[in-house]
């Protein structure tokens, strides 16, 4: 079992940068991937990002504007946001699965997180 605890959400201006962390409990990161997703209202979850041990995988949409990292002895992931639009407005929601491998779909991970609001002004 693993609890996901999202903070750092809030509101921005457009071209500004904002970033994210996810609190994970319950094992630590080994043998873990985590992933990011963002969710407006009325729209489908879309991926945003994910990352292992070694790897990294984006979404085009935000590729070069976003990075995910992961801090293995803190349990923690992070998305670091730069060039925020505001189409990035969003519920943003962190996740994690069991394995090593990286991807993009909501249903190959087990456990996620409450969500955190991104608001990004014009």
């Known amino acids: 079992q693993v609890q996901l605890v999202e903070s750092g959400g809030g509101l921005v201006q457009a071209g500004g940068s904002l970033s994210l962390s996810c609190a994970a409990s319950?094992?630590?990161?080994?043998?873990?991937?985590m992933g990011w997703f963002r969710q407006v209202p009325g729209k489908e979850l879309e991926f945003v990002a994910a990352?292992?041990?070694?790897?990294?995988m984006y979404a085009d949409s935000v590729k070069g504007r976003f990075t995910v990292s992961r801090e293995d002895a803190k349990n923690t992931a992070h998305l670091q946001m730069k060039n925020l639009k505001p189409d990035d407005t969003a519920v943003y929601y962190c996740?994690?699965?069991?394995?090593?491998?990286?991807?993009?779909?909501?249903?190959?991970?087990?456990?996620w997180g409450q969500g955190t609001q991104v608001t990004v002004s014009s």
């Open positions: 996740a994690a699965r069991t394995g090593t491998l990286l991807r993009r779909s909501r249903e190959e991970y087990e456990w």
């Open positions: 319950g094992r630590t990161f080994n043998g873990v991937a």
């Open positions: 990352v292992s041990a070694f790897y990294t």
